[in-house]
């Protein structure tokens, strides 16, 4: 175990939280940002499930090109280093922060999903939780 998988997993203890990852078997019309006809390469789909006590988050995660060519298992660590809370923020905030047009619907519904995952970490984390969280990178 190297020291980043080290790290997500005493996180994962401290936390009294489970963190569970399976290959997904939706076939989601939703696809990674950064698929288009001239990058049409994505990596393998997971559903992630974070667990503690009766509240649960489930998500879908994109895992890296890179370990799909290896054949290389998603880490937790590398779902734990992905996870960030944003600070509420209007679409028009958001868009110029990222480079998003704000005169897109794609972009409406990213702002939204960032959103709902910040909802749902908050939910699942103490304030002093998430600084720990982000201090694993």
């Known amino acids: 175990m190297n020291k980043y998988d080290k790290k997500a997993k005493k996180f994962l203890e401290k936390t009294k939280m489970t963190l569970n990852i399976k290959k997904s078997k939706s076939k989601s019309k939703n696809k990674p940002f950064w698929i ?6 994505c990596g393998i789909k997971y559903e992630v499930t ?3 006590g009766q509240r649960t988050y489930t998500f879908d995660f994109w895992d890296s090109v890179y370990n799909k060519e290896r054949e290389e298992k998603l880490s937790k660590y590398s779902v734990l280093s992905s996870l960030e809370i944003h600070e509420e923020e209007s679409f028009e905030d958001f868009c110029r922060n990222f480079g998003y047009n704000n005169d897109s ?3 409406k519904n990213t702002h939204e999903s960032v959103k709902l995952q910040s909802l749902n970490i908050q939910r699942l984390l103490s304030d002093e939780e998430i600084k720990k969280l982000r201090e694993i990178n």
Request: glycine share 0%; hydrophobic share 25%.
């Open 36 to 41: 288009s006809k001239e990058n049409p390469n």
């Open 50 to 52: 974070l667990k503690r």
């Open 105 to 107: 619907i794609k972009a």
